[in-house]
C-alpha cells in the first residue's frame, strides 16, 4: 500500500523546465556556456565511489553520466590534486586561521554545522554555508544565483571581508612566494600562479565533490529492499501531497532556480532580488540540493530551522507568508507519522559520514 507508483519514482527524474528556468538558461548561453564542453564520464577508479575519496571517480549511481566543464579548463588529476590542496590551506586567509574546509567541512557534506560559519579576523560569513556536494551540476551559485560558473565563484571567498579577507593580488604574491606551491603550479598550469589558475585549481577540485549512490538511487535501480516503510510512504509523500518535487526535482533534487519559502522575513536578506533587482524576486533563494541532506543542519539560508523535524513543520504551516511567497508552498495538514515518513525519506538521500581528512 506505501509502494510508491512507477509514475511518483519517475516524475524525480526530470526538473521540470518553467518559463523563467529556460529565459535563464539562455541566459547563461549568452554569458558563454557556448564554450563548454559536456566533460567525459570520469571512469577508472576501482571501487564505490564517493567524495570520500576526492579525485577522478566514475560517476556515483543515480547521478548524470555528464556535466559541464568549462573548455578553457579541462578536467585533470594534478590540477584536481592542487585544488584539493589550497581547498584545506588557512594560507588563503588574511590572518592564515581559515581555509575553505573550515566553512565547507567535508564530514558535514562540507557543509557546516553552524548557522553562520567563522572566517577570518573575527569575521562571521552572512549566510548558511551549504553543501559543496554535486555542483559540478550547478547552473547557479551562491544562494542568490550570482554567479553562473564554478571558476567564477571560488575566489569570491577569498576576497570576501567576512570570509577569507583576502585582496588576490596578496594571495597570488603569497602563493607565489612559497617554494612547493610554485612548484606545483608550475607542473599543472605554464604560467604558475595567476588568479586564473587559483580559480581553476579550486574549481576542478570542487567539480569532483559528487555525492550519489544513496538508499534511494538503489530503490530506484530495482532494489525495493534499500528503502524502509517509512521512507517509501515519504517518498509519495514527497513526489504527491508533499508537493516537494515542485522545486526539489531530479538527480540532485533542485531546479537550481529562485523561490521564495518565506523564510526571509525572519532574516531580512532579500536573496535573489539583491541580483535582479526585481520586486518579484524578493525574498528568493536558490532551491537547494537534498543530497546529504540529514548531515547539512542547521537549515535554510539564515540556518534558522535546527533540524529536519524543524523542516518539516515550517513545510508543513505552508512556509511564512510574505506579498512574494512561491504560490507553490501551501499549507499541507500532514500527520505526525506523515511528517515522521518525509523525514525517513531525507534521510535516504545520502548521508554516510567520511572520515574527516
Ligand atoms: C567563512 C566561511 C567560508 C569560507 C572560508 C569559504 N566559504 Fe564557500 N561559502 C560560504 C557561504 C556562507 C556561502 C554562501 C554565500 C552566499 O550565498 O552568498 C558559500 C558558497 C560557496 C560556493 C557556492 C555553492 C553553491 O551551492 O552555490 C562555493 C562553490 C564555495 N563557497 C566554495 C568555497 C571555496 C573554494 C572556498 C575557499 C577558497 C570557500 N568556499 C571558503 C562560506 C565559506
Ligand atoms: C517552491 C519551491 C519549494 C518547495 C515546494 C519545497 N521547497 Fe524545500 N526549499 C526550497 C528553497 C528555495 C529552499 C531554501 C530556502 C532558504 O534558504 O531560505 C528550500 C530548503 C529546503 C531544505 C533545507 C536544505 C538546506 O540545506 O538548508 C529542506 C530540507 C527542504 N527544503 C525540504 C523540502 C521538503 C521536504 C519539501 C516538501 C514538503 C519542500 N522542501 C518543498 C524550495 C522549495
Excluded: W
Aim: hydrophobic share 40%; with cysteine; proline share 6%.
Amino acid at each position: 500500500m506505501f509502494s510508491p507508483a512507477l509514475e511518483d519514482i519517475d516524475r524525480m527524474a526530470e526538473p521540470r523546465r518553467t518559463t523563467r528556468g529556460s529565459r535563464h538558461f539562455i541566459l547563461i548561453l549568452g554569458l558563454g556556456i557556448a564554450s563548454m564542453t559536456a566533460g567525459p564520464d570520469l571512469a577508472g577508479a576501482q571501487g564505490t565511489p564517493d567524495y570520500l575519496r576526492p579525485g577522478l571517480q566514475p560517476t556515483p549511481l543515480g547521478l548524470d553520466l555528464y556535466f559541464l566543464v568549462p573548455e578553457s579548463n579541462p578536467l585533470t588529476a594534478p590540477k584536481v590534486a592542487l585544488g584539493q590542496r589550497l581547498f584545506f590551506d588557512p594560507m588563503l586567509s588574511a590572518d592564515r586561521s581559515v581555509a575553505c574546509a573550515s566553512c565547507h567541512l567535508p564530514e558535514k557534506a562540507f557543509a557546516d554545522s553552524v548557522p553562520f560559519s567563522a572566517g577570518a579576523r573575527g569575521g562571521t560569513a552572512a549566510r548558511n554555508t551549504p553543501s559543496l556536494l554535486n555542483r559540478a551540476y550547478g547552473r547557479a551559485f551562491f544562494l542568490d544565483g550570482r554567479t553562473s560558473s564554478l571558476e567564477e565563484t571560488v575566489l569570491q571567498p577569498i576576497q570576501n571581508p567576512a570570509e577569507m579577507a583576502m585582496e588576490l593580488d596578496e594571495t597570488v604574491a603569497r602563493l607565489g612566494a612559497d617554494s612547493s606551491y610554485s612548484r606545483e603550479f608550475l607542473t599543472v598550469f605554464d604560467d604558475g600562479v595567476t588568479e586564473d589558475n587559483l580559480a581553476f585549481a579550486l574549481a576542478s577540485y570542487v567539480r569532483t565533490l559528487r555525492s550519489g549512490d544513496a538508499s534511494i538511487d538503489r530503490f530506484r535501480q530495482g532494489d525495493r529492499t534499500s528503502l524502509s516503510a517509512d521512507a517509501r510512504a515519504g517518498l509519495r509523500l514527497f513526489t504527491g501531497g508533499g508537493n516537494c518535487i515542485a522545486c526539489h526535482v531530479g538527480p540532485t533534487f533542485t531546479d537550481e532556480e529562485f523561490h521564495n519559502t518565506g523564510i526571509f522575513v525572519g532574516s531580512g536578506d532579500v536573496g535573489r532580488q539583491g541580483v535582479t533587482g526585481e520586486s518579484r524576486d524578493r525574498g528568493a533563494f536558490k532551491t537547494p540540493s537534498l543530497r546529504s541532506v540529514a548531515l547539512t543542519a542547521p537549515y535554510m539560508h539564515d540556518g534558522s530551522l535546527p533540524t529536519l523535524e524543524a523542516v518539516i513543520d515550517f513545510y508543513d504551516r505552508g512556509g511564512d507568508d510574505n506579498l512574494a511567497l512561491d504560490d507553490q508552498i501551501q499549507p499541507l495538514g500532514l500527520s505526525e507519522v506523515e511528517k515522521r515518513q518525509l523525514i525517513a525519506f531525507l534521510r535516504a538521500l545520502g548521508g554516510v559520514a567520511p572520515g574527516s581528512r
